[in-house]
């Protein structure tokens, strides 16, 4: 997978945007300049169904657009059914050598780790990339394993320099610097674009702090 698709990796259900119209706050986001999207339906009043579905393609229609991957979360039958560019699970979201054969060698595979055996088999099943957190706490996701902070990338990037790292968990324009510096490609947000009233301008703003960062200034 190309690191540089991983720079800004928004993550949105529709759980996530407090009322707002969720194709609204992807094509701000879109425009703010993130470089990667996975669709994250779950919690109390997820779509479901035909309503998913047809959400799901007016996700990847907008993605296209603006030449970002499209990612399913979880729901590897959903992903297949709307070609997805690619589908995440997590450690319990089933075997992921079974995911890799059921997606196929074109379809991008990314895998929630927690700990450096988590990444060390994932990358070893052919993950394209692995997330790592919660890097802080966060209250988006309420069954998070314990808050890691930094220090699990840069372990994981030093023993996989080449396995692309996006980390999670938190993250914000301040929070982005010291996990880019740890060695992660990038940074996944929920709430940091999500959960503000422009979403564009905070894509935009945690995009220029990823790029400092990855100068090394
Ligand atoms: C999905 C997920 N996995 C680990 S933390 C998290 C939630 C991230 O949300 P936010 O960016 O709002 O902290
Ligand atoms: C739980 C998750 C952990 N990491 C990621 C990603 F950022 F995409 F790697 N997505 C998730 N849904
Ligand atoms: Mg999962």
Known sequence: MDKK???LYFILGTVNVAGRDPLV???EAL?????CFQLREKGPGALE?????SFAEACKELCHRYNVPFIVNDDVALALEVKADGVHIGQEDGDISAVRRQIGPSMLLGVSTHNVEEALAAAETGADYIGIGPIYSTKTKTDTQ???GPE????VASLLPGLPIVGIGG????????????????????????????????ARRLKGAVRLSLTGV
Do not use: F
């Not at 060695?183 to 564009?200: E, F, K, R, T």
């Open 49 to 53: 169904g035909e309503a998913l579905r």
């Open 31 to 35: 425009k703010g300049g993130v470089t």
């Open 152 to 155: 699990m990338v840069r372990r």
């Open 171 to 202: 993250l914000s324009e301040r929070k982005a610097r010291a996990v880019i510096q740890a060695g992660a490609s990038g940074i996944a947000v929920i709430s940091a674009i999500a959960g503000q009233d422009d979403p564009l301008e905070a």
């Open 5 to 7: 698709k991983l720079k």
């Open 146 to 148: 314990p808050v890691i």
């Open 25 to 27: 706050v992807l094509e």
